[in-house]
C-alpha cells in the first residue's frame, strides 16, 4: 500500500519562505500526477498546486508566482517551495495523487506564517 509522507513546514514570519518534501511509498510512483492541497482551520481542505508525471504544472489563483511544484522521481518525492509567504498561507499541507486524491491521507505538515 503506498504510504504518503509529508515534511518540511513550520512558523515562518511574512514574506519568509519554506520547501515542504512528500515522499510516496511504493514503484509506481513516475507514473502518477501528484499535487499539493491544504486545509486552514475550520475550511475544507483546497487543492494548491499539480505536476503531472511529464512534469506540467498548474496551481491555484491564491499562490500562483509564489509556490513552485516539482518532482523527483527517482526520489518518489514531490516538493512544494513557497515563497513570499502569507498569514493566509497558514494550514495543513498535504500530498496526494492528482486529479484525483486516490492515496490514505498522510499526517500532513503544518505551515504557520506569523509574524
Known amino acids: 500500500q503506498v504510504q504518503l509522507v509529508e515534511s518540511g513546514g513550520g512558523l515562518v514570519q511574512p514574506g519568509g519562505s519554506l520547501r515542504l518534501s512528500c515522499a510516496a511509498s511504493g514503484s509506481m510512483f513516475s507514473i502518477y500526477g501528484m499535487g499539493w492541497y491544504r486545509q486552514a482551520p475550520g475550511k475544507q481542505r483546497e487543492w494548491v498546486a499539480r505536476?503531472?508525471?511529464?512534469?506540467?504544472?498548474n496551481y491555484g489563483d491564491s499562490v500562483k508566482g509564489r509556490f513552485t511544484i516539482s518532482r523527483d522521481n527517482a526520489k518518489n518525492t514531490v516538493y512544494l517551495q513557497m515563497n513570499s509567504l502569507k498569514p493566509e498561507d497558514t494550514a495543513v499541507y498535504y500530498c496526494n495523487t492528482w486529479p484525483n486524491p486516490t492515496i490514505s491521507w498522510g499526517q500532513g505538515t503544518q505551515v504557520t506564517v506569523s509574524s
Open positions: 505536476i503531472t508525471s511529464g512534469g506540467s504544472t
